[in-house]
T-cell receptor
């Protein structure tokens, strides 16, 4: 299994509170991604990173921010959680080194977030 | 625009039947990769196969086979002699240049014993 750990695995929080999800990898891969999974929508990209301090937005980035200060950690922050952010969040890594490589994504086990 | 369509939301088959999961993609890139992932009831996402746009050869792995046709922008997945353990949600994904991935909405397969 790819060495990806997501924490926490489950979280319940109240509307308006900040939330940070952590993704930790032991593979030293350059690319890391945050996706959310919702019924009827499949997996949608929130943000991704192609190196330390190098991040970019995905298709559903509003309301989310990310940080990557170390190769192994990619943090996803909901500054002020809303009920629409209730979802399952998956972190993924890729061994791609850039250019046209497109190595497959390997996913963590997910974080189930409920915003009440 | 990049898009993946999995028109079959849910499929049910009886064990030992063959089943084909459809995937249609849209991209203007001439170079891209296609993927299939499996998500069993336990929730993890498991990589199954990668295919690049230059390779239209069909692939077979045990009971699984994949049919890639650029002419119809399709990358279909067939499970032969289905088993209960095949019950899962299956996702097709497209990755053009730039290491971004676009997923379909998934097909939920139930294999009835």
């Amino acid at each position: 299994d790819a060495g990806i750990t997501q924490s926490p695995r489950h979280k319940v929080t109240e509307t308006g509170t900040p939330v940070t999800l952590r993704c930790h990898q032991t593979e030293n891969h350059r690319y890391m991604y945050w996706y959310r999974q919702d019924p009827g929508h499949g997996l949608r990209l929130i943000h991704y990173s192609y190196g330390v301090k190098d991040t970019d937005k995905g298709e559903v980035s509003d309301g989310y921010s990310v940080s990557r200060s170390k190769t192994e950690d990619f943090l996803l922050t909901l500054e002020s959680a809303t009920s629409s952010q209730t979802s399952v969040y998956f972190c993924a890594i890729s061994e791609a080194e850039g250019g046209f490589d497109n190595s497959p994504l390997h996913f963590g086990n997910g974080t189930r977030l409920t915003v009440t | 625009a990049q898009k993946v369509t999995q028109a079959q939301t849910e499929i049910s088959v009886v064990e030992k039947e063959d089943v084909t999961l459809d995937c249609v993609y849209e991209t203007r890139d001439t170079t891209y990769y296609l993927f299939w992932y499996k998500q069993p009831p336990s929730g993890e996402l498991v990589f199954l196969i990668r295919r690049n746009s230059f390779d239209e050869q069909n692939e077979i792995s045990g009971r699984y086979s994949w049919n890639f046709q650029k002419s119809t922008s399709s990358f279909n997945f067939t499970i032969t002699a289905s088993q209960v353990v095949d019950s899962a949600v299956y996702f097709c994904a497209l990755s053009p240049t730039g290491n971004q991935f676009y997923f379909g909405t998934g097909t939920s397969l139930t294999v009835i014993p």
